[in-house]
């Protein structure tokens, strides 16, 4: 089984520029999740979808980023316009459970990441 | 609030067992999990204990869970350097469906 696919690994950018990242998650996961993880520290949560509406983004900085999931498959987020403390890893989850089903064991698969550097 | 708390690094000798700690906020979790995390790779899920046990065993690993007190931890036997790496502590926060992840523990083994 094909596990969660991210692109790209790596991305050096300047302050103020933008910048996309794509997510594959595993066949058949209906919840999507998009983490940051800052160096140090664990993933923070920033958005959760379920199929293609969203369930959670209560801790997207919503004037820079934005998330989308077509079709209830891949995902990109995206940052326009990124600041020096957007340097992070960008992790993408998937999980086969509903995300509002509470008896759920909602077991996430994690992708390899993005590391994203902005200078 | 929501808060996951752990030590940040533990240093064991080979063979012996390590014992990593987590303390959480939230006493009407659900699921509790233990993530690794090798460098320049995702999390992996290790393992999880539902909220109405209080141990759960897998070969090497075993989890212990204190609910009255809201401690976790992960007891790791006979401990290899393949086991070097950062361990999660998580919590499924019961009023959401989002899971709080901890600082992470920095497992090292000497030999």
């Known amino acids: 089984e094909a596990g969660v696919a991210q692109s790209p690994r790596y991305k050096i950018i300047e302050k103020r520029q933008s910048v996309a990242f794509w997510c594959n998650p595993i066949s058949g996961h209906a919840t999507l999740y998009w983490y940051q993880q800052i160096l140090g520290q664990g993933p923070k949560l920033l958005i959760q979808f379920q199929n293609n509406g969203v369930v959670d983004d209560s801790q997207l900085p919503k004037d820079r980023f934005s998330a989308e999931r077509l079709k209830g498959v891949d995902s990109t987020l995206k940052i326009q316009p990124a600041k020096l403390e957007d340097s992070a890893v960008y992790l993408c989850a998937s999980s086969l459970d509903s995300a509002t089903a509470l008896i759920a064991k909602n077991i996430q698969y994690f992708g390899a990441g993005t590391r994203l550097s902005v200078l | 609030g929501e808060d996951v708390e752990q030590s940040l690094f533990l240093s064991v000798r080979e063979g012996d067992s390590s014992v990593i700690n987590c303390t959480y906020t939230?006493?009407?979790?659900?699921?509790l999990y233990w993530y690794k995390q090798e460098p320049g790779a995702g999390l992996q899920l290790l393992t999880y204990?539902?909220?109405?046990?209080d141990m759960k065993q897998d070969q090497r690993l075993t989890v212990l869970l204190n609910k009255k007190d809201k401690h976790l931890s992960l007891r790791i036997a006979d401990t290899q350097t393949g086991d070097s790496a950062i361990y999660f502590c998580?919590?499924?926060?019961?009023?959401?469906?989002?899971?709080?992840f901890g600082s992470g523990t920095r497992l090292s083994i000497r030999p």
């Open positions: 939230d006493s009407s979790s659900t699921y």
């Open positions: 998580a919590e499924r926060y019961s009023s959401a469906s989002k899971i709080i």
């Open positions: 204990i539902f909220s109405n046990m």
